[in-house]
């Protein structure tokens, strides 16, 4: 796909509930994995691991341990999207020793690599969603250490034709910014 710019790719990234059986091309997945491994994150701790999942039983188990995942066609490919504790250098997952951020960094670090990877594909003609699992759920799916978490999974692949969609409105700018202070007028 081509976009003329930035913002016309993020507008057309969208929420893909029915998914067709066609398979991801080895080359497209390599490149939304790399696009997932270049996000940022707090101090560069790369806290993340990412699982390509594309057995058929496994997909439906981390579906169905997702909030609204029964709400979608199971996709054929899934990337889970690991927090690895022993990568974080504060307590529990927090990615650094501060008083005020703690543990958000960490699992703002794992949604800016779901997000890298959902507009590269995007990018690619390839169509995802973004879900949140139930953790112990899927854990247990992905033989994933009792000390790491499993925050986000991206489905991937290409949208079944005729499938729903939801309708893609967003609130206006002057809504919802404001200027030097909360309700700042420009």
């Known amino acids: 796909m081509a976009y003329k710019n930035f913002l016309e790719l993020a507008k057309s990234r969208r929420t893909t509930y029915e ?3 066609k398979k991801i091309a080895l080359a497209k997945l390599n490149k939304i994995l790399e696009a ?7 101090t560069n701790t790369q806290p993340w691991h990412f699982v390509v ?3 058929k039983k496994t997909i439906t188990r981390l579906m169905m341990s997702a909030n609204y995942g029964d709400f979608h066609l199971d996709p054929p490919l899934i990337i889970a999207i690991v927090l690895v504790q022993e990568k974080c250098q504060g307590d529990g ?11 958000y960094d ?12 959902a507009l590269e594909a995007r990018d690619l003609g390839v169509d995802s969603c973004i879900l949140t699992p139930t953790q112990e759920k899927a854990r247990v799916v992905l033989s994933v250490s009792e000390n790491d978490a499993v925050p986000l999974i991206l489905g991937v692949g290409y949208q079944k ?3 729903f969609e939801k309708r893609r409105e967003r609130i206006l700018l002057k809504e919802i910014v404001s200027y030097e202070k909360m ?3 420009k």
């Open 19 to 21: 998914y067709s059986d």
């Open 36 to 42: 997932g491994r270049w996000a940022p994150s707090c």
């Open 53 to 55: 999942v594309s057995n």
């Open 93 to 103: 997952f927090a990615c650094f020793r501060g008083t005020d951020t703690g543990v």
């Open 106 to 117: 960490s699992y703002m670090s794992i949604g800016m690599a779901a997000l890298n990877m």
């Open 161 to 163: 034709k005729g499938a």
């Open 183 to 185: 309700g700042g007028k």
